[in-house]
Antibody, heavy 122, light 110 residues
């Protein structure tokens, strides 16, 4: 079945970096964009950016530009999101999600990973 | 860009209908027909309920419907059921292929 499986929980110190993986299965990996969305405890959803697994092109939310890097490895159908210079307010659950558009962005995210909790604490 | 504006809470009794609004600007909701709605139960990942303003993914009950007028999109849940109690988030294309989410609405089934 179509699914996204993310890496496990992380605990990091302020100033460190975290890299979260998202492995796709059950569909043509290069045919669908992947978004990254985070959710701080008790808060709403926050869009971080997307990656086109086919071309590697990325688009980051202005808030995260300079701190986030999204990459992919087509040999293992996996995308990665790395966030650097972590702060305590980066503590959140990080989700990857597939855009439902075939080779284009429709904004609707129809398949979600299970989420990766990231805790930033000294 | 500021988040789209949603009421923090909404409620209705079983069988009733409830509508949740999502207000943006002419730079997002008002311009693009790429408005989506998500349902999120506690501790779970969000689930897509509506995309492109009013389209339902396969498997989503037709009790869920979406619409848009000007800068405001709406999600209507008809025939409320206990399992509809959840948080609901809207999102919109915000130009240059950016995505903007709403702050979320907690729906309570009385």
């Amino acid at each position: 079945q179509v699914q996204l499986v993310q890496s496990g929980a992380e605990v990091k110190k302020p100033g460190a970096s975290v890299k979260v993986s998202c492995k796709a299965s059950g569909y043509i990996f290069t045919g669908y964009y992947i978004h990254w969305v985070r959710q701080a405890p008790g808060q709403g959803l926050e869009w971080m950016g997307w990656i086109n697994p086919n071309s590697g092109a990325t688009n980051y939310a202005q808030k995260f530009q300079g701190r986030v890097t999204m990459t992919r490895d087509t040999s293992i159908n996996t995308v990665y999101m790395e966030l650097s210079r972590l702060r305590s307010d980066d503590t959140a659950v990080y989700y990857c999600a597939r855009d439902l558009g075939w080779s284009r962005l429709l904004g609707g995210m129809d398949v979600w990973g299970q989420g990766t909790p990231v805790t930033v604490s000294s | 860009q500021s988040a789209l504006t949603q009421p923090p809470s909404a409620s209705g009794s079983p069988g009733q209908s409830v509508t949740i609004s999502c207000t943006g600007t002419s730079s997002d909701v008002g311009t693009y027909n790429y408005v989506s709605w998500y349902q999120q139960h506690p501790g779970k990942a969000p689930k897509l309920m509506i995309y492109e303003v009013s389209k339902r993914p396969s498997g989503v009950p037709d009790r869920f419907s979406g619409s848009k007028s000007g800068n405001t999109a709406s999600l209507t849940v008809s025939g409320l059921q206990a399992e509809d109690e959840a948080d609901y988030f809207c999102s919109s294309d915000a130009g240059r292929n950016n995505v903007l989410f709403g702050g979320g609405t907690k729906l309570t089934v009385l």
